[in-house]
């Protein structure tokens, strides 16, 4: 079993900042996908950005530029920075791990999800 969660989300004015954390459990945490996804009301879950265990990011094309994943294995822990915030990244977010550690970018391949964390960007 892994339990993630999820922190750092709030309330920001467009153009802001603001860092989302979320912390693993799991021994091996190294080597798992890890990958951060978004839901606004009455939209299907999107994928945001994810890193590989090698450190690899990928990124949704929206947020190219504007978004930062990383990832500390020594905490069990990873990161989105969000800067240049729009009211369009306003949504729940969801850290999600994928212990076999695959390059997916697609919500069904990760097994666990963390309860999420709202961010709201107002313009």
């Known amino acids: 079993q892994v339990q993630l969660v999820e922190s750092g989300g709030g309330l920001v004015q467009a153009g802001g900042s603001l860092r989302l954390s979320c912390a693993a459990s799991?021994?091996?945490?190294?080597?798992?996908?890890m990958a951060w996804f978004r839901q606004a009301p009455g939209k299907e879950r999107q994928f945001v950005a994810a890193?590989?265990?090698?450190?690899?990011?990928s990124y949704v094309d929206s947020v190219k530029g504007r978004f930062t994943i990383s990832r500390d294995n020594a905490k069990n822990t990873v990161y989105l920075h969000m800067s240049s915030l729009k009211p369009e990244d306003t949504a729940l977010y969801y850290c999600a791990a994928n212990p076999s550690g695959t390059y997916d970018v697609t919500p069904g391949r990760y097994g666990y999800w963390g309860q999420g964390t709202q961010v709201t960007v107002s313009s």
């Open positions: 890193i590989w265990w090698n450190s690899n990011p």
């Open positions: 799991g021994r091996t945490f190294s080597t798992y996908s």
